[in-house]
């Protein structure tokens, strides 16, 4: 007979076994926790960042607009001709105020002494924030040879035109975020009213490499009030560089009017152009402007010319100037060892550099 040894009333109390944690490690538990629970809510069809979609860039433009309202500026460093530039005719109505120069000559003798000015040309000294879009002011029969928005470069090509009487030209227009190379080689002529351009370039990154070619002729021409011709007119957002190693020429008749061979515009980079080849740049309506080529940028801008660059600037108060290197807050250069001409007449003003 076997005796059992359990003892009623004898067995000790079980108490349940405690883990003490310490607070990181509970804080960590808690943060996966929530985390688990995010994931098994949300997993049943929510986008994630690697599927995130973008808005396609939009196009940088300059447009003629915002440099109307700017104030003509007077240029302290011109010497008067025999028409004295600063004079007006009345019917302009410009504000008495300080001689350009303060050098007299004969024919100034007897004159009242007004501000110089050049009319509501397009400020080229101004970095301003571009805005989308082709041209300038807009009108009934706008027209685009070649539009090729959205590109990251393209090869050679020539033979585009286009023509309007009431509203802008471009005979090449390209747009995109990050444009390597475009360049003309042959015959592209623009005709328009308000804005004309052999070639229009905008990137909303960069845009370089643009330029036209040996045997390539850019014929470019505005005719209206406030008209801006370009022979290639080059916008990016952080760097630009264009060249001309060909022809280009550009002309405005109309008042007001501007005439650029190479320009380029950088808003927060750089901006440069450069000339081995023949530019003739011509302003004939009344307050007009002509310029070779212009770089203007927030950071470094510099302009260079191993070619000939030959500007006219023959309207009543009108300016012409070789070459310009404009920056808001980095360095400005200029490089010369070509040929420079400018011819003014007419009560016109005229610079090389």
Do not use: C
């Not at 607009?65 to 010497?79: G, H, N, Y």
């Not at 410009?94 to 050098?103: L, Q």
């Amino acid at each position: 007979m076997s005796e059992s040894k359990s003892r009623a009333g004898s067995a000790k109390p079980r108490h349940a076994r405690v883990i003490k944690l310490a607070p990181v490690t509970r804080a960590i538990r808690a943060v996966l926790a929530v985390s688990a629970t995010t994931l098994a809510l949300t997993a049943g069809g929510a986008a994630f960042a690697g599927t995130t979609s973008f808005a396609a860039p939009t196009a940088l433009h300059h447009q003629a607009a915002p440099f109307l309202a700017q104030q003509p500026v007077v240029d302290l460093t011109t010497i008067l001709s025999d028409i004295p530039s600063n004079v007006t005719d009345a019917a302009d109505r410009w504000s008495v105020g300080a001689r350009s120069s303060g050098i007299v000559s004969v024919a100034d003798a007897g004159l009242v002494s007004n501000t110089q000015s050049l009319g509501n040309v397009q400020d080229l000294m101004v970095v301003s924030t571009p805005t989308s879009g082709p041209g300038g002011v807009s009108g009934a029969d706008d027209a685009i040879g070649w539009n090729i928005p959205g590109v990251s470069g393209f090869g050679t090509t020539y033979g585009w035109s286009a023509t309007s009487t009431a509203g802008f030209a471009d005979a090449i227009f390209a747009s995109g975020s990050q444009i390597n190379g475009g360049t003309t080689g042959g015959s592209i002529t623009a005709s328009g009213y308000t804005w004309a351009a052999g070639m229009e370039v905008e990137a909303t990154d960069y845009a370089s490499n643009i330029g036209n070619r040996y045997g390539g002729t850019i014929t470019s021409s505005a005719s209206g009030v406030d008209g801006h011709a370009w022979g290639i007119y080059a916008v990016a957002a952080n760097a630009v560089d264009v060249y001309n190693n060909g022809t280009i020429n550009v002309s405005e008749s109309g008042k007001y009017g501007t005439a650029v061979g190479l320009y380029a515009a950088s808003p927060n980079g750089d901006a440069s152009t450069s000339n081995t080849g023949t530019i003739n740049a011509t302003a004939s309506g009344k307050y007009g402007s002509a310029s070779g080529m212009y770089a203007s940028a927030y950071d470094a801008a510099s302009v260079s010319n191993t070619g000939n660059i030959n500007v006219n600037a023959s309207g009543t108060a009108a300016s012409g100037t070789g070459m310009t290197a404009h920056s808001q807050y980095g360095t400005a250069s200029a490089y010369n060892t070509g040929s420079i001409t400018v011819n003014a007449s007419g009560g016109a003003a005229g610079n090389a550099i």
